[in-house]
């Protein structure tokens, strides 16, 4: 579905937000609507988890159509890009646990750049959106 980007401004920029809908199986005439699931996180999957727990949600399929989402930033949701792929596996591949002032100053120089990178290429998306899957600056 397509959401405002920033909902100050509902007539502007739109996003696309991925859905995903389990149909209610059982009697139609019984049918009461829809159930929305938000799974939280931050940065959980509502496409990929409803589907994983479908056989717990049986029950609620015999009524409900249940309907879950990837918030914005979230999996296939209007995402937030900071660096390319073989970028980020070099980023993720550095020491994640420093021992030493150099490997300190190390990472926290790859993590301003990593945040710098975001900044520039999910100007519009990054405040707009569920906290990314990113470094923290407190190193």
Do not use: H
């Amino acid at each position: 579905m397509k959401a405002p980007l920033d909902w100050n401004k509902p007539k502007g920029d739109t996003i696309g937000i991925a859905l995903v809908r389990a149909k209610a199986g059982g009697d139609k005439s019984k049918r009461i609507g829809s159930l929305v699931f938000n799974f939280g996180g931050p940065g959980g999957s509502g496409v990929t988890t409803l589907p994983a727990f479908g056989d717990d949600y049986a029950a609620l399929r015999t009524r409900y159509d249940l309907v879950s989402f990837d918030p914005r930033g979230v999996g296939r949701s209007a995402g937030v890009e900071c660096e390319s792929d073989s970028q980020l596996d070099q980023y993720f591949q550095q020491d994640a646990t420093p021992d030493t002032a150099a490997e300190r100053t190390k990472l926290l120089a790859n993590t301003k750049q990593f945040n710098a990178a975001c900044e520039k290429n999910s100007k519009k998306m990054l405040p707009r959106c569920a906290p990314p899957t990113r470094p923290a600056t407190w190193i």
